[in-house]
């Protein structure tokens, strides 16, 4: 049985509670939330699991909400948005957004990525026998505490990132086409969205990038992505 609290936020009344029918049969905990102020300050009290959010509201708009709760957590957060551009897409990932559905929306697909989220995120309760994580030169992925470690500092990852960073590290010099990655980080059908792995392989290298001569996140032209390690 599911436990796991979730918190919509739109300010369409009837997707809200649309998304609390089908959520609840599922055995989540909802909280609604109908304006980015009202999440914020919900958030603190809450403290949800998973947010759904949307982008198109009056006032404190989705990015500006996602840009804030990004400030002090990594809680996982999927975007509702009506706009289905690349553009938009991007600019939510960029802020910190690990998943976006685009409207009008099939139910089950929620379902599916929440889930598919959720799996990795909070399953966080295992036995300190099966801690998974993998080192390199000034480099630590812990999967088990959801850590980055880069020169000795815990970084703040957001969870998607870290997953990605952890699947290529933990298969140094393996090349990985982007639809692969898509398929064995993210889980699920993406569409065959693409840039999703492109963004967050430029989010990773920002805050990889000159940290040891040992590693490196490689691009390879035509293919995809590998991570690197140098004999």
């Known amino acids: 049985?599911?436990?796991?609290?979730?918190?919509?936020?739109?300010?369409?009344?009837?997707?809200?509670?649309?998304?609390?029918?089908y959520l609840e049969k599922e055995q989540y905990t909802v909280v609604l939330a109908n304006n980015g102020n009202e999440a914020i300050a919900k958030f603190s009290t809450e403290n949800p699991d998973l947010i759904l959010l949307d982008v198109m509201m009056p006032?404190?708009?989705?990015?500006?909400?996602?840009?804030?709760?990004?400030?002090?957590?990594?809680?996982?957060?999927?975007?509702?948005?009506?706009?289905?551009?690349?553009?938009?897409?991007?600019?939510?990932?960029?802020?910190?957004?690990?998943?976006y559905v685009?409207?009008?929306?099939?139910?089950?697909e929620i379902i599916a990525r929440i889930k598919a989220v959720l799996r990795r995120t909070v399953n966080s309760a295992q036995p300190e026998s099966?801690?998974?994580e993998v080192s390199f030169d000034k480099l630590v992925?812990?999967?088990?505490?959801?850590?980055?470690?880069?020169?000795?500092?815990?970084?703040?990852?957001?969870?998607?990132?870290?997953?990605?960073?952890?699947?290529?590290?933990?298969?140094p010099n393996r090349v990985y086409t982007r639809d692969q990655l898509l398929d064995e980080v993210w889980g699920f059908e993406y569409y065959g969205d693409s840039r999703t792995?492109?963004?967050?392989?430029?989010?990773?290298?920002?805050?990889?990038?000159?940290?040891?001569?040992?590693?490196?996140?490689?691009?390879v032209w035509g293919v995809?992505?590998?991570?690197?390690?140098?004999?």
Not at 69 to 76: E, G, M, Q, T
Not at 147 to 165: I, Q, R, S
């Open 1 to 21: 049985m599911s436990m796991e609290k979730i918190m919509v936020v739109d300010d369409d009344i009837n997707i809200c509670e649309l998304l609390r029918l």
């Open 197 to 219: 792995v492109d963004v967050h392989i430029k989010r990773l290298r920002e805050k990889l990038e000159g940290v040891s001569d040992k590693w490196s996140l490689k691009t």
């Open 130 to 132: 099966s801690v998974r």
């Open 102 to 108: 685009v409207k009008p929306f099939d139910t089950k």
């Open 59 to 99: 006032g404190l708009d989705g990015w500006q909400v996602c840009r804030e709760l990004r400030k002090n957590s990594n809680v996982p957060i999927i975007m509702l948005t009506a706009k289905g551009e690349t553009f938009d897409k991007v600019l939510g990932l960029e802020l910190g957004a690990d998943d």
């Open 141 to 171: 992925v812990n999967m088990t505490k959801y850590e980055l470690k880069v020169d000795g500092k815990v970084v703040d990852t957001p969870p998607k990132e870290l997953e990605l960073l952890f699947h290529l590290a933990s298969n």
């Open 224 to 231: 995809g992505y590998k991570f690197e390690v140098k004999a």
